[in-house]
């Protein structure tokens, strides 16, 4: 009886600690955007604009305008006709589209912090993956959609994978640091790209693009054109659970963890440090390519020059808001989704320059990443939160 | 005569803590105070008050019979008060005399360093109080007892009458020690006062004037040194009677476990550290290696753990041979380790207690199924060893970084010692720790002993490798001077071989 109610009590204290350490990991994150906001707003009001009406905008942009939305609901209901319902949720869907590569490049930074590793090659491996699924994409002709669009998933996936574990393996193998590395690749990417859609992979003599994908590797979409939403923003939620379980259910990301929080008790305890470092890499590249693959898959079908507009820089940030958690990462993600696909319409209908959505990510990361400003801010107490380590210095 | 320095009712309190409680603490004027306490007991609290680093909620600090306000090092400076840390604030790469004007540097022509004034004024106060130095000397090239000298020469050097040494005898050979008793007590002559923090219950009695006990924030009480027995300090420190003398049964040793032979190491910055090491270690006995820090011992470690190459020789480990093999290799094979930087490599501080339960073992049955963890045995795993190995902790999931010294420290006994094992090497075991858990961890290790297992013990304290081992092995200059039988070995030999110097060898010379 006692020994029943002891243990109730500790599973009760438990989920009580559970509790109180989800507040507290999400409050300096929420707060930071809640002020980042804020600031932006002034920002917006110095420069002669009116911030309530651009956030309206912003809002009206990222998630839909309540009022399109019931309207289409009534048409929907009384004749049967779903076109002006589905048009309606053109901007929701499409933030989603936007967070989608941002989940798989954040957890493709995350899980490099998580070892320790600042992987700044995301926008490179982005590159490559793309470029691989595209060609599977394009090039193979009349496989079933079965075996073909999985095909070309993979091929992003392994060349991106390529990419990070070059940087990684340097890294293990000679100790060349993986920030100098990886930003160098990502030069290689961008080059190699260039060329190869001027050259062997361009359609035609116009324009530096790839042909498009054929239809068996395209990710299937959920609705009728205009909506670009597909089954790669479902993938990325499935990778981002598989990254989680990864990382806090295997022995594999068990190591990793310890390899990044403490290396010199992870090699006490007999891990291999330079196996850790060349598989957390690989990984890392392996799911920005991916990124790049869904991306060339489901949205665009083909990729030219400029294809990544950032999405491997803006990772860095996403897995810092998302405290390197691979959650955390989705919310951050779709975060970034709906302020950068808001941001468009804010233009248009405020007439406020894109920019300032950049200002306000840009004020967000300085919050969290000095999450003394929030707690001062906000007069929050210091409680001695767990730290990801995110990197460690040059020397070692 | 006169207090120097008084402190009334010093309170600090951190969050969730009360470090100082209402402290009282007097420092006549030339004598020494010895302030004594477990890790923990809120002597460096009281000290970082006094030195101006922490402002305390309550309480009033007198110098010389005057209310003083301190808000900052430069305050204390100002009184007087000077400060030797137990972790010596030098810059290797610095001579003495640059560490020793660091801060209040001497100019001359308006732009340059004013070397010459300052090792002059280094000379008057080294033959003044007997701190014998070289004051172009690069602190990198001194020996650890010469740059204590120079810690309290800085403090000198800023005039200070008021010096605090923090564990000043912890990095010491005794032979060390007497050369700094032999300083104190010039010092004393020419005036100055001190206060002398250390855990080390024979020094103080050899040494202070005043003894002040603080336990787990208060102040326990003072005791005169002529009334104070070993005994009687650590049953005020602790709060109950605590075995000094660890209780053991003559060891009954075996054939050998661990065979090394002609063991050549380098150390992380490639210099040889470990010159041909011989010496082996038998089932059912405590071979202690003594030795100043910084002679070897580390690397022999880290040698025998995989954790640093081999350069040359031989590791048996029962018939294996083990030179160069992975750290895997060599804890799969039954070696357990209790490293001497716990927190660098022995645990993952910001990993809860259950984790570093099995840091060694996630990967094995019952705690993975192929690569996936079973938090179930893993927490039961836990649960267990905190309650057989008396680990205070609320629970298993607090990080282990959130917990005391001794408390990490019985993580990792807990760790290793729930593995099979055929030899321990433990590395300094109980650095740091309080009495309770010294005793505690020595009990454990010599259960381990009796239970057939063969047991390094690497140490700094002499006290611990006499009170541990059955056979001492002396390491000096990365070699063995000797191996001695503990019975026969005295701390006067021992302190001896320690410096290089082979007792015999001298008496025959003399």
Known sequence: MSEKASKEKKEQTEKQKEQSSLRQALLVPVLAVLSGLILGGVVMALSGSNPFQAYAALFAGSFGSPSVIIAGMQTYFATGDNNALVRSLYPFTESLVTATPYIFTGLAVAIGFRAGLFNIGAEGQVFIGALCSAFIGYSIKGLPMIIHLPLALLAGAAGGAFWGMIPGYLKARFGAHEVVNTIMMNWI??????????????????????????????????????????????????????????????????????????????????????????????????????????????????????????????????????KSHPFGVVLAALLFGFLRSGATNMQSMAGIPVDIISIIQGLVIVFVAAPAIIRWLYRIKSIKVEETVLTRGWGK | MANVLELQGITKRFPGVLANDKIDIALREGKILALLGENGAGKSTLMNILYGLYKPDEGKIFVRGKEVEINGPND????????VHQHFMLIPVMTVVENVMLGVESIKNGLFLDREKVAKRIHEISEQYGLEVDPHAYIQDLPVGIQQRVEIIKVLYRSADILILDEPTAVLTPQEVEGLFKIINTLIKAGKSIIFITHKLKEVIAIADDISVLRLGRMVGSIEPSNATPQKLATMMVGRDVSLVVQKKVAEPKEAVLKVENLFVRDERQNMTVRGVSFEVRKGEVLGVAGVQGNGQTELVYALTGLLPVDGGTIELEGKMLHNATPRQILESGVAHIPEDRQRHGLILNFPIHDNMVLCTYYKEPFAHGVSLQEK???????????????????IYVNVGTLSGGNQQKVIVAREFSRPIDLLIASQPTRGLDVGSIEYIHLQIIKKRDEGTGVLVVSSELDEILALSDRIAVMYKGQIMDVLDAKQATKEDLGLLMAGIHPEKTSKKK
Do not use: C
């Open chain 1, 189 to 322: 990417a961008f080059r190699l790209s260039d060329w190869l859609l001027k050259g062997p992979m361009q359609a035609s003599n116009f324009r530096p693009v790839t042909p498009n994908v054929q239809a068996s590797a395209e990710l299937p979409r959920f609705f009728e054109d205009p909506l670009r939403f597909n089954l790669g923003f479902f993938l990325a939620l499935l990778f981002a659970y598989l990254v989680y379980w990864f990382l806090f259910k295997t022995t594999l990301g068990f190591e990793i963890r310890s390899v990044g929080a403490n290396p010199d008790a992870a090699k006490y305890a007999g891990m291999s440090i330079v196996k850790n470092i060349v598989l957390v890499m690989s990984l890392a590249g392996a799911l920005a390519g991916l990124g790049g693959g869904a991306q060339v898959l489901g949205v665009d079908h083909w990729v030219g020059q400029g294809f990544s507009s950032g999405y491997g820089f803006d990772a860095i940030a996403i897995a810092l808001l998302g």
């Open chain 2, 76 to 83: 204390a400076i100002e009184l007087g008060i000077g400060m």
């Open chain 2, 377 to 395: 045995p893993i927490f039961s795993n836990a649960e267990e060893l905190i309650k057989q190995y008396d680990v205070r902790t609320p629970n």
